[in-house]
């Protein structure tokens, strides 16, 4: 999965900004005063909400991404931009004195919602808040990839934002998706993608969802109805269906639901992050089907990271492809970048591997033990000639990088043309160098880069060169 992305993305998120609170405790008792649950509090948690469980959820993706929104002048929007800030999000956002920044608290006992209480504004923006909002937004369009709009209905994204943001994205051919709120859908008109639920298609559309037929008929007028390039409605446990030329309906994946708050951010997020690295419609809603079906196993807003979604499609085939787990060395910056964010340690180790035996394994297993993620750089095949000489090697590299991916140790493996890893040491910046004993007090090739390194002791007996004069013994014996 990961060949599929092959560069950092930039996207701007519009919407309604808001704070989901939590209050995390255990309901044991009823209350005396009224017939009430009591519930003790022993934790409070905040995260973005609204238009920000699309920025999380593009931030987890390892997309760059900035916000624009209407906010007020409360303690509420204080925290709100203390939290971006914490993120490291970029934000554009307009002050209206008189609104209340959201802000929706819920009480949770035992994994469940016990009750919500909110904190807004709902009316639409004035007028210069509007202006503000549209001037902001052409200031910055050539900044970006491609542009969200979230709608959660609190006043944000107003008929004259949505039109001339449209509008000026489209003049500068940036895609514009869009989490629909609301009956009228014709304020978002020549958008590139909706992604309104069922229940939402079929107000929005006065068709009655009940069975392919009625499924076509609705995508088919959004997609008239509303100039768009594609149209799409998304179908809970059904999946997500879209429609261009004909009907394409891609099932729902999930094995477990315990919470579907933010499942419609994940959509939207996902579906953006793939569009904005030229991935075709038909695998970015795959990909968005699986985000989604990784969220809703967790409790409250929350995101997937694509490491979390690579392996949830992999158990759902029990194993990953051996060819997913061999990198270029864009895919392998790439990939690094995403790991280093989630504090994980990288192991970073190099050899030629030419015929695999049990001292290789035994050493890349001690290896993997050093931190989370092992990645082997492999001598090329031209580089394995120019140390080992014109007879060597005896396995092509993509064979010898085929064999190494498929090892449970092994995480990735990246071929290399030079004499030594160096450059590639350089790229990855691995937080341990594992090489073999008899380097022992010998200049180490990357030392100088990473944090430490390990030296493991070979398995006696066991090389590449014993096993291929073992081979020659063995035809001469036979001659």
Same mark, same amino acid.
């Given at each position: 999965?990961?060949?599929?992305?092959?560069?950092?993305?930039?996207?701007?998120?519009?919407?309604?900004?808001?704070?989901?609170?939590?209050?995390?405790?255990?309901?044991?008792?009823?209350?005396?005063?009224?017939?009430?649950?009591?519930?003790?509090?022993?934790?409070?948690?905040?995260?973005?909400?609204?238009?920000?469980?699309?920025?999380?959820?593009?931030?987890?993706?390892?997309?760059?991404?900035?916000?624009?929104?209407?906010?007020?002048?409360?303690?509420?929007?204080?925290?709100?931009?203390?939290?971006?800030?914490?993120?490291?999000?970029?934000?554009?956002?307009?002050?209206?004195?008189?609104?209340?920044?959201?802000?929706?608290?819920?009480?949770?006992?035992?994994?469940?919602?016990?009750?919500?209480?909110?904190?807004?504004?709902?009316?639409?923006?004035?007028?210069?808040?509007?202006?503000?909002?549209?001037?902001?937004?052409?200031?910055?369009?050539?900044?970006?990839?491609?542009?969200?709009?979230?709608?959660?209905?609190?006043?944000?994204?107003?008929?004259?934002?949505?039109?001339?943001?449209?509008?000026?994205?489209?003049?500068?051919?940036?895609?514009?998706?869009?989490?629909?709120?609301?009956?009228?859908?014709?304020?978002?008109?020549?958008?590139?993608?909706?992604?309104?639920?069922?229940?939402?298609?079929? @107000?929005?559309?006065?068709?009655?969802?009940?069975?392919?037929?009625?499924?076509?008929?609705?995508?088919?007028?959004?997609?008239?109805?509303?100039?768009?390039?594609?149209?799409?409605?998304?179908?809970?446990?059904?999946?997500?269906?879209?429609?261009?030329?004909?009907?394409?309906?891609?099932?729902?994946?999930?094995?477990?639901?315990?919470?579907?708050?933010?499942?419609?951010?994940?959509?939207?997020?996902?579906?953006?992050?793939?569009?904005?690295?030229?991935?075709?419609?038909?695998?970015?809603?795959?990909?968005?089907?699986?985000?989604?079906?990784?969220?809703?196993? *967790?409790?409250?807003?929350?995101?997937?990271?694509?490491?979390?979604?690579?392996?949830?499609?992999?158990?759902?085939?029990?194993?990953?492809?051996?060819?997913?787990?061999?990198?270029?060395?864009?895919?392998?910056?790439?990939?690094?970048?995403?790991?280093?964010?989630?504090?994980?340690?990288?192991?970073?180790?190099?050899?030629?591997?030419?015929?695999?035996?049990?001292?290789?394994?035994?050493?890349?297993?001690?290896?993997?033990?050093?931190?989370?993620?092992?990645?082997?750089?492999?001598?090329?095949?031209?580089?394995?000639?120019?140390?080992?000489?014109?007879?060597?090697?005896?396995?092509?590299?993509?064979?010898?990088?085929?064999?190494?991916?498929?090892?449970?140790?092994?995480?990735?493996?990246?071929?290399?043309?030079?004499?030594?890893?160096?450059?590639? @040491?350089?790229?990855? *910046?691995?937080?341990?160098?594992?090489?073999?004993?008899?380097?022992?007090? *010998?200049?180490?090739?990357?030392?100088?880069?990473?944090?430490?390194?390990?030296?493991?002791?070979?398995?006696?007996?066991?090389?590449?060169?014993?096993?291929?004069?073992?081979? *020659?013994?063995?035809?001469?014996?036979?001659?």
């Amino acid at each position: 999965m990961h060949n599929q992305f092959s560069h950092n993305t930039n996207i701007l998120v519009i919407g309604d900004l808001m704070i989901d609170h939590y209050l995390w405790g255990q309901c044991d008792r009823i209350s005396p005063e009224a017939p009430v649950q009591v519930v003790d509090i022993e934790k409070e948690t905040t995260v973005l909400g609204g238009a920000g469980n699309v920025v999380n959820n593009l931030k987890a993706l390892g997309s760059n991404v900035a916000v624009m929104s209407v906010i007020g002048n409360d303690l509420v929007a204080k925290e709100l931009i203390d939290m971006l800030n914490t993120i490291s999000v970029e934000h554009f956002l307009v002050t209206q004195n008189e609104r209340k920044t959201s802000k929706k608290s819920r009480i949770m006992a035992a994994k469940a919602q016990v009750v919500r209480y909110d904190h807004e504004t709902k009316n639409a923006i004035d007028t210069q808040s509007e202006e503000y909002l549209i001037k902001l937004f052409e200031e910055k369009v050539q900044d970006y990839d491609l542009v969200l709009l979230s709608d959660y209905g609190k006043g944000v994204l107003t008929k004259n934002v949505c039109k001339a943001i449209i509008q000026s994205a489209n003049k500068h051919n940036k895609k514009v998706l869009v989490d629909p709120k609301g009956t009228d859908y014709s304020k978002y008109e020549n958008a590139y993608l909706l992604t309104p639920n069922k229940k939402e298609a079929s @107000i929005a559309t006065g068709i009655d969802i009940v069975d392919d037929d009625s499924l076509i008929e609705a995508l088919q007028l959004l997609k008239q109805t509303g100039s768009l390039q594609i149209s799409m409605i998304t179908l809970s446990q059904d999946g997500i269906a879209i429609y261009k030329d004909q009907l394409i309906k891609r099932p729902t994946v999930a094995r477990e639901v315990y919470d579907v708050t933010g499942a419609g951010d994940t959509v939207l997020s996902s579906l953006g992050f793939c569009l904005a690295q030229d991935i075709n419609i038909e695998k970015a809603v795959e990909f968005a089907n699986l985000a989604a079906s990784v969220v809703v196993g *967790k409790l409250g807003s929350a995101t997937a990271t694509i490491e979390e979604i690579e392996e949830y499609k992999s158990s759902l085939h029990k194993k990953s492809s051996i060819d997913s787990h061999i990198k270029s060395w864009n895919e392998i910056s790439y990939t690094v970048e995403r790991f280093k964010k989630q504090h994980k340690k990288i192991v970073f180790t190099n050899g030629c591997f030419d015929i695999l035996h049990r001292g290789h394994v035994s050493y890349l297993d001690i290896a993997k033990s050093f931190g989370d993620i092992l990645i082997l750089g492999l001598n090329s095949d031209a580089s394995v000639k120019r140390l080992k000489g014109e007879d060597r090697p005896i396995n092509t590299q993509e064979d010898r990088a085929f064999v190494l991916a498929a090892l449970e140790s092994v995480d990735y493996v990246v071929i290399f043309e030079e004499d030594t890893p160096y450059n590639l @040491i350089s790229l990855i *910046k691995p937080d341990i160098l594992v090489k073999g004993a008899d380097y022992e007090g *010998k200049k180490i090739v990357g030392s100088d880069i990473v944090n430490e390194v390990k030296l493991v002791t070979f398995v006696d007996g066991k090389s590449t060169t014993q096993t291929i004069q073992k081979i *020659k013994k063995a035809d001469k014996c036979r001659i």
